[in-house]
C-alpha cells in the first residue's frame, strides 16, 4: 500500500514538473510574437507551443509591458487530479 502511494505522489510531480514546463515554454514563445520577435498571434502561438507538450492552454492573456501570461493544463489525467501549470514572459528587465 505505501508502495502505490509513492507511485502516485511521484507521478503527479513528474506531471506537475512537464505541466509547469509546458506553461514556461508556451509563455516564452506568446512573448516573443507578441514582441514581433517570431510571427503568429501570442496566445495561438503559445497555444500551439503547449500542443507539443502534450498539454492545452487554459487561459492566455497579455499584460502590461509587452508580458503574457498562460496557463496550462496536461492531457493526462492522473487519479490525484490534473497537472496544471502557470508561466509569465515577457521582455528582460
Known amino acids: 500500500m505505501a508502495m502505490a502511494v509513492m507511485l502516485l ?3 503527479s510531480a513528474v506531471l506537475a514538473s512537464r505541466a ?6 508556451a ?3 506568446g512573448a516573443d510574437a507578441l514582441r514581433g520577435i517570431t510571427t503568429g ?4 502561438v503559445a497555444a500551439e507551443v503547449a500542443a507539443r507538450h502534450a498539454a492545452t492552454v ?3 492573456s497579455e499584460g502590461s ?4 501570461e498562460v496557463r496550462t493544463e496536461l492531457g493526462e489525467r ?3 487530479g490534473a497537472a496544471t501549470g502557470r ?3 515577457g521582455p528582460p528587465p
Open 9 to 11: 505522489l511521484a507521478q
Open 20 to 25: 509547469a514546463a509546458a506553461a514556461d515554454l
Open 27 to 29: 509563455a516564452l514563445a
Open 41 to 44: 498571434e501570442p496566445c495561438t
Open 58 to 60: 487554459l487561459s492566455c
Open 65 to 68: 509591458g509587452q508580458t503574457i
Open 78 to 80: 492522473p487519479l490525484l
Open 87 to 89: 508561466a509569465r514572459a
